[in-house]
């Protein structure tokens, strides 16, 4: 590494505002209405809406190769507010590949719930709200739900070689899914 004696910038700068990432090293992934098959439970209208119709966008800092043991990777990903068959737009959630990473989000904008369900189903919920700091424990799947009317923003930090386990979810799902009923957040077991 090459080191510098007198202060640099650094690469890469957050509005903490907004929780817009700005940088050489920093991706876009998009998930669209389209991307989001079998995430919600009502299939068919999910199949009927708008298939370009942005559900949620993340950007990503990975200053270091994807996989490196010891490595952190940043993120931020904001939900777009609405519904699917009543259902709040969501994450698709995913397990780490390495199963016992950890991770923390942080709110920034807007309010939603993030769901955690452990191997054997179990599960919890907690508020995100502007502010609030979340540790994800090992062995945990994670989902943002955007339960307000204004766009959920929350920032990432996991490390660089957790990977992702989206195909558990897409099997089994999780055991709780969030509707809209009278404009307020209901919790249904399934
Ligand atoms: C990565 C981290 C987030 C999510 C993002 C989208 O470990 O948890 O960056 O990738 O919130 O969610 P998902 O479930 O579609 O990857
Ligand atoms: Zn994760």
Same mark, same amino acid.
């Given at each position: 590494m090459t080191l510098s004696h007198s202060p640099t910038a650094t690469g890469v700068h957050i509005? *903490?505002?907004?929780?817009i990432l700005n940088g050489q090293l920093v991706s876009t992934q998009r998930r669209t209405i389209g991307d989001l098959?079998?995430?919600?439970?009502d299939e068919a209208v999910r199949a009927a809406?708008?298939?370009?119709? *942005?559900a949620y966008e993340v950007q990503l800092y990975q200053?270091? /190769? +994807?996989?490196?043991?010891g490595g952190l990777f940043f993120g931020n990903t904001t939900i777009y507010p609405g519904t699917v068959g009543g259902e709040y737009i969501m994450t698709k959630g995913h397990f780490h590949a390495l199963g016992d990473r950890t991770e923390y989000y942080l709110g920034v904008k807007g309010e939603g719930f993030l769901l955690f369900m452990d191997r054997d189903r179990g599960y919890k919920v907690e508020k995100m709200t502007a502010g609030s700091l979340h540790f994800i424990g090992p062995h945990l799947a994670h989902r943002v739900i955007n339960t307000g009317t204004t766009p959920l923003t929350f920032l990432a930090c996991w490390p660089a +070689? /957790?990977?992702? +386990?989206?195909a558990t979810i897409q099997e089994q799902g999780f055991p709780v899914r969030v509707f809209e009923r009278n404009g307020q957040p209901d919790i249904r077991t399934l």
């Open positions: 509005d *903490l505002a907004t929780g098959s079998n995430v919600f439970a809406m708008p298939q370009d119709q *942005l200053p270091i /190769a +994807d996989g490196t043991a +070689d /957790a990977g992702h +386990d989206y």
